[in-house]
């Protein structure tokens, strides 16, 4: 059965905000075509994706690696667009930095050159992410779509894991916006900052486990939380398809609705959440770290896209799908 709205393609469909995105999309009647990892034993459980409601009909998982760029091919064909949310993650260090961003890279590229060999795609949205924007060093309090994170800047002050991460997805970003103008194809990015709320993935998002490191009492992260701008999942992915379908969308959009700091956030937790045993202000004064800038959404927000969710709404989402998963 052909959705209304037609065909799309969705990288990454296991992963937090894809899946999401997936189901998002499918509700508002796309049929929807997405890659995941080759699985040669079929051992993998993609049922979170395959019982979505209208998946049976709708849904089509296609198998597809960034270390093979033209393995996209397949799933491209015949789309009218691309939501390419799949990106190489290695918090743990485990390959060096060169590799991961080569791989982002050289996978983005050939996605795009799947794109024009197509024929058909109309628009790629790119997710990008708030690290691509903040990392510079530059003295503002808010920073919008003109800021790029600096790669000297993120080598010198992020940790080996963070700087990453942090790396590949700036060079990427420019990678797509520029192959985009290179090319005459239509590249959008959506940058959110830390996105916090429910999940539908089997594995617990690392966003969403740093976003609640003062329930879970993650000693290591509070720093990455004295400034932090947030985002719920469901305006995430209502921000890609608005973008995808608002004519006139061009270039970089923030996608953050609220920022807190850790002492606002302690204070908010506590008050909300008091079954768990969250830090005193006290306590989290001794915290150090760099104060990462808010970053501003009035470029989206121009537009007419409007935000469903503030903070509460975020928090009580993610916490409650921690309890229905055991991690709480």
Known sequence: MEAVKGIVCVTGGTGFIASMLIKRLLEEGYSVRTTVRPDPGNKRDLSFLTNLPGAAEKLKICSADLNDPDSFDAAIEGSKGVFHVATPVDFEYKEPEEIITERAINGTLGIL???LKSK?????VYTS???TVVHNGQDSDMMDENFWSDVDFIRENETPSFRSYSISKTLTERAALDFGAEHGLDVVTVIPSLVVGPFICPKFPGSVRSSLALVFGNHSEYSFLLNTSLVHVDDV??????????????????????????QKLSKFLGGR???FSIPTLESLAEIKGRKN???????LLDTGFKYNYGVEEMYDDAINRCKERGYL
């Not at 058909?120 to 790629?124: D, I, Q």
Request: aromatic share 10%; glycine share 4%.
């Open 273 to 275: 959440y008091p079954q």
């Open 120 to 124: 058909t795609v109309k628009r790629v």
């Open 237 to 262: 992915t209502r921000a890609h398809i608005f973008v995808f379908e608002y004519p006139d969308a061009k270039g970089r959009y923030n996608c953050s609705s609220n920022t807190v700091s850790l």
């Open 293 to 299: 800038p808010g970053v501003s959404s009035k470029k």
């Open 129 to 131: 992410s708030v690290a």
């Open 113 to 115: 050159k799947a794109c």
